[in-house]
C-alpha cells in the first residue's frame, strides 16, 4: 500500500525559512523521479523543483532560494526553502513519477505573510 506523508509546513515571515519533508513507504522508492508542486488559490498547479536522474531542476522563482534532496535510505524527500515571500504561499506536494506509476502526497500549506 502506497503512502506519502508530508510534513513541515507552516506559517512563516518574509526571509524566513521552512524545510517540507516527504516520507513514503509502499514501492520502491530508489526508482522514482521526485519533485515538489505547488498550487496557490485560484492558480494552477506548478512544478518547484525535481530530481530526475542524477539531474536537478528549479522553477525560475525558486532558483537559489529552494533546494531539493532526496535520502534514499529513507525514502524520503526534501524542499528546503529559505528568504521566503509572501509569493510562495500555496499548499506544496510530494510527487514520485516512474510511469506509469505516478503518486502524490496530501499537501502541505505553506503560508508566508507579515
Known amino acids: 500500500q502506497v503512502q506519502l506523508v508530508e510534513s513541515g509546513g507552516g506559517s512563516v515571515q518574509p526571509g524566513g525559512s521552512l524545510r517540507l519533508s516527504c516520507v513514503a513507504s509502499?514501492?520502491?522508492?530508489?526508482?522514482?523521479?521526485v519533485a515538489w508542486y505547488r498550487q496557490a488559490p485560484g492558480k494552477e498547479r506548478e512544478l518547484v523543483a525535481a530530481?530526475?536522474?542524477?539531474?536537478?531542476n528549479y522553477a525560475d522563482s525558486v532558483k537559489d532560494r529552494f533546494t531539493i534532496s532526496r535520502d534514499n535510505a529513507k525514502n524520503a524527500v526534501y524542499l528546503q526553502m529559505n528568504s521566503l515571500k509572501p509569493e510562495d504561499t500555496a499548499v506544496y506536494y510530494c510527487?514520485?513519477?516512474?510511469?506509469?506509476?505516478?503518486?502524490w502526497g496530501q499537501g502541505t500549506q505553506v503560508t508566508v505573510s507579515s
Open positions: 510527487r514520485f513519477l516512474w510511469l506509469p506509476y505516478i503518486y
Open positions: 530530481i530526475t536522474g542524477g539531474s536537478t
Open positions: 509502499g514501492f520502491t522508492f530508489s526508482r522514482f523521479a
